[in-house]
């Protein structure tokens, strides 16, 4: 079992930055064995892949919107996943999510139907 508890959102003018937190947990849980996903959701639209991180190999994963933008890390000490969104625009605005995948996946999928273990998501609203 995997538990995750996201934090950092807010509001934040269009340019500006913010570092989403997901904190890991769980009997089972190290950085090495799960693949780790940021995932978003906007009200009346489709959860929508952003980023995902397999630390095991230091495979990484963007979504062409926030190439160039967004970074995936984590520190393993904490036990903490993170989202550093810059030169945020309007159309970034929904609701975060992070989540797990099952045991030592094979490769990062994109899709939420490869997760899971999901957080209960932080708002993220940029004004323009």
């Known amino acids: 079992q995997v538990q995750l508890v996201e934090s950092g959102g807010g509001l934040v003018q269009a340019g500006g930055s913010l570092r989403l937190s997901c904190a890991v947990s769980?009997?089972?849980?190290?950085?090495?064995?799960?693949?780790l996903g940021w995932f978003r959701q906007a009200p009346g639209k489709e959860r929508e892949f952003i980023a995902a991180?397999?630390?095991?190999?230091?495979?990484?994963d963007y979504a062409d919107s926030v190439k160039g933008r967004f970074t995936i890390s984590g520190d393993t000490a904490k036990s903490t996943l993170y989202l550093q969104m810059n030169s945020l625009k309007v159309e970034d605005t929904a609701v975060y999510y992070c989540a797990a995948t099952g045991s030592y996946p094979r490769q990062l999928p994109k899709s939420n139907l490869g997760y899971g273990y999901w957080g209960q998501g932080t708002q993220v609203t940029v004004s323009s």
């Open positions: 991180i397999k630390w095991s190999d230091r495979s990484f």
């Open positions: 769980g009997p089972t849980f190290t950085f090495s064995r799960y693949g």
